[in-house]
Nanobody, 120 residues
Framework: QVQLVQSGGGLVQAGGSLRLSCAAS????????MGWYRQAPGQQRELVAS?????NYADSVKGRFTISRDNAKNTVSLQMNSLKPEDTAVYYC????????????????WGQGTQVTVSA
């Protein structure tokens, strides 16, 4: 089992910044999926950014958000700048691939979710 523990988030005024981090409990050997999703009230969960096969962003966050990974620390982060009220949502880290615990094992995991609220 790979547990994903998220940190960061909170309440910020429009135009401000927040940084989200996600740490895996095991050594990650490879990933088929690594990214951040969000779900706003009354809406479907959507992909915000991924860093699996190159780096990709939703059109709504391009130029404002930056996804990064630190393979040595088994973490993925999301730097969010110039935040807007429409960015308000619960943000989720997601990873799938292979981890090492003596031998290699497949995994598919979601973080617990972090609330991001942007006020006008």
């Amino acid at each position: 089992q790979v547990q994903l523990v998220q940190s960061g988030g909170g309440l910020v005024q429009a135009g401000g910044s927040l940084r989200l981090s996600c740490a895996a409990s095991e050594r990650i050997v490879s990933t088929n999926v690594m990214g951040w999703y969000r779900q706003a009230p009354g809406q479907q969960r959507e992909l915000v950014a991924s860093i699996t096969d190159g780096v990709n962003y939703a059109d709504s966050v391009k130029g404002r958000f930056t996804i990064s990974r630190d393979n040595a620390k088994n973490t993925v982060s999301l730097q969010m700048n110039s935040l807007k009220p429409e960015d308000t949502a619960v943000y989720y880290c997601h990873m799938a691939g292979t981890y090492s615990s003596g031998r290699n094992y497949p995994f598919y995991s979601w973080g617990q979710g972090t609330q991001v609220t942007v006020s006008a």
